[in-house]
């Protein structure tokens, strides 16, 4: 049967300060009413039923995640005692799902994500899906460009295997780490290169099965979490072994060695909003060209991105920065260094600030 | 006797949002760890006992300022139901004054103005208070310019009428408002002009004859507030008066006609910190020239005045801007336009953001 794992570990520092360690980005609701997790619940709605909908998240997180998710069985939210990339995460689902369905397939994605036209993208998962069930091998879906995006990674597609109604299965090339300006405005000229969206299709055994080829060791300590999974003490041997697994990605780590790989080329809207000049895609400007998100007054202002989550957050003939206000942290940056927040944050860090991280 | 009258009915929009109706700005300890209004009321010490200190506050305020100057006897703090500009907050002093000593001298001064060399201060209190007890007329101190400021009115003085020790009193040739840069220069060239510092003297009997004589609507409210002062109903009365007193400065308003002025150049430190901007020069730079104040962390960032009340205030790779933190409200305003506070304070008043002014 179907199953979708949402993977909601993310740390919470790209979006600080709305973002903290215990309410990471996939539980912010910046441009939406609704909590990206929450969204990425709904979006597989009428596609796989709650029962076997997984979330993998943060043992700082599990309980808000069951919160925002109460549809879900309990079990179904997996904590990780640490991050310890996506290998980890995807493998640790695929035993627990196992455990209940032998012949498990999984769609695994990431929580954080924005998302339109979820009719295609529920047929495009769909597609995923039974290529995987009929064919095994590992999937993942990429995204046509429309920008030439120097932020994400990007996948070269091989020659096309087969046609499902309008969804066309290639055999995956490459995956490629994220360009330069100049290539990838290569790429969005070429029709070969898509986004990496970090959207995955396969068979909860296949996975395991190129983890355990190409990943001993994190196989192994898979298995040792397996082994635990239904038993009493779980939460002790998670603690204990989940620390000690390799942490590698499901692209590089596993699917680019793996033996038998496909993409799907989608083109619905995608974004995995990884900033706060991110963020203001997909929050329509005003008159002036500012995002605004919360209680924001701006005069004589261009160009920036004015959340708050609360304080009354005023500003006036400044342009092209980003203001964050909360009650307790306030970020004040460039709108063309928005990446510096992790910079910030790590600063912060060494000062001890560990109340407002 | 000698008394002092500390205005202290500011309104407290130039330091939002750190300031606000009910915190405005000698409430704040900005730049210090006291309270420009405590400052205030120390930097007398010596000079006039407590028992002899007035306050002169709006109605919110009242009880905050007893709080902040407990040596005060509590009928010491007077009240105005709305401001009405400093000729009625003087007057009213007065007659208060007045009604328990009619020989009293008035030293009347800002609650919130930064001053040093506090002893020096204190010598040129004391021989303006012996000219205006000896020789009557109205008195204003004048400050030497140290640069060319657009932001303060200005003295012009005339003939030197007397000395003593080292302070000299010159007759009071005009008030000059706010001039232009060029002005500015040419005034600190000169030496006829000084800074007006909004420091009088006078004896309280002489203020009321000049009011009643420019003033007599003034005067006749006034008159009204001095009938009810002593009595059950003085709050009442004071409630229903005040408010239809004629708004006008002492200076422009009663000194620039009276029959007798004088004025007493001074050179001590002082500075009304009438903005952000002009908050910074009392707060040391650090090494990239930022000028902070609370919990503040500055990376790449230059010439920035950066204040928290409170929140963890984080900025990079911005110049020259001032950036004010509290849990309620955040402010972001080139530090060349820090005066637009008042316009942002005045579109929030019109947003109906009551809660944050």
Redesign the interface.
């Known amino acids: 049967m179907l199953h979708a794992v949402i993977m909601a570990g993310g740390s919470g520092t790209r979006f600080w300060?709305a973002s903290r360690r215990n309410r990471p980005k996939q539980f912010l609701t910046l441009a939406t009413d609704t909590p990206l997790l929450r969204m990425t619940f709904e979006r597989l709605g009428g596609l796989v039923p709650p029962e076997r909908v997984w979330v993998v998240t943060t043992a700082a997180t599990a309980d808000a995640s069951r919160d925002i998710l109460p549809e879900l069985p309990a079990g179904n939210v997996l904590a990780e005692p640490v991050g310890r990339n996506t290998a980890a995460c995807a493998g640790f689902a695929a035993h627990a799902i196992l455990s209940q369905d032998p012949d498990a397939i999984c769609i695994v994605l990431p929580a954080d994500h924005v998302i339109g036209q979820e009719e295609r993208f529920r047929s495009a998962m769909a597609a995923g899906a039974q290529l995987v069930e009929r064919e095994g091998g590992l999937l993942t879906f990429g995204v046509q460009p429309t920008k030439p995006e120097t932020g994400y990674g990007y996948l070269e597609v091989g020659q096309e295997h087969s046609r499902d109604g309008e969804w066309a299965v290639h055999h995956l090339q490459r995956f490629v780490e994220k360009p330069d300006l100049e290539r990838a405005r290569r790429y969005l000229e070429s029709t070969r290169f898509l986004w990496n969206a970090g959207i995955f299709a396969w068979r909860a055994v296949d996975l395991l099965d190129e983890i355990g080829r190409q990943l001993p060791e994190l196989a192994e300590g898979l298995c040792r979490l397996a082994e635990a999974i239904r038993s009493s003490n779980a939460d002790a041997v998670v603690a204990e072994v989940y620390p000690t697994l390799p942490a590698t990605s499901v692209d590089f780590g596993v699917m680019e060695g793996a033996q038998k790989c496909w993409t799907v080329p989608v083109d619905f809207p995608w974004s995995d909003v990884g900033s706060w000049s991110a963020l203001a895609e997909e929050i329509p400007g005003d008159s002036s060209g500012n995002h605004r998100c919360g209680?924001v007054?701006a005069?004589d202002s261009r160009g920036n991105v004015l959340v708050?989550t609360?304080?009354?957050?005023?500003?006036?003939?400044?342009n092209d920065?980003v203001?964050v206000?909360?009650?307790?942290?306030?970020?004040?940056?460039?709108k063309d260094?928005a990446q510096?927040v992790k910079?910030?944050v790590e600063?912060?860090r060494d000062?001890g600030?560990d109340d407002?991280l």
Not at 310 to 318: F, H, I, N, R
């Open positions: 300060p209680r007054h005069t708050s609360g304080p009354a957050l005023s500003v006036a003939g400044v920065l203001v206000a909360t009650p307790d942290a306030v970020l004040v940056v460039p260094e510096r910079e910030i600063a912060l000062k600030w407002v």
